[in-house]
């Protein structure tokens, strides 16, 4: 059993910068994907960024590139989601996910690939 767990989240004015934390448990996190997604009311949750297992490969959707930075720290079982400049629409939902199927060398993009999620941690931008 995974446990994924998201801490950061809040109300914060526009141009400012939050830092997501997502703590896992329960599985060998340092060969696994991880990812973080947002989902806002009435729409589909939506990929914002991944990393490789060992951190030396990263992705971000181009609605998010230049201002979030995903990192992870394999010691402590932690993966970040640096959010800086946040806008008025980056308002959402933030859920980290793992693909913790079996290791192949490649990082999804997708949530369908992503077996574990957590909870999920409110990020509200106030205008």
């Known amino acids: 059993q995974v446990l994924l767990v998201e801490s950061g989240g809040g109300l914060v004015q526009a141009g400012g910068s939050l830092r997501l934390s997502c703590a896992a448990s329960?599985?060998?996190?340092?060969?696994?994907?991880m990812g973080w997604f947002r989902q806002a009311p009435g729409k589909e949750r939506e990929f914002l960024a991944a990393i490789s297992w060992n951190g030396g490969n990263t992705y971000y959707a181009d609605s998010v590139k230049g201002r979030f930075t995903i990192s992870r720290d394999n010691a402590k079982n932690m993966v970040y989601l640096q959010m800086n400049s946040l806008k008025p629409e980056d308002t959402a939902v933030y859920y980290c996910?793992?693909?913790?199927?079996?290791?192949?060398?490649?990082?999804?993009?997708?949530?369908?690939?992503?077996?574990?999620w957590g909870q999920g941690t409110q990020v509200t931008v106030s205008s």
């Open positions: 329960g599985r060998t996190f340092s060969i696994h994907p």
């Open positions: 996910a793992m693909d913790g199927g079996e290791p192949d060398g490649g990082v999804p993009l997708t949530p369908n690939r992503y077996n574990y």
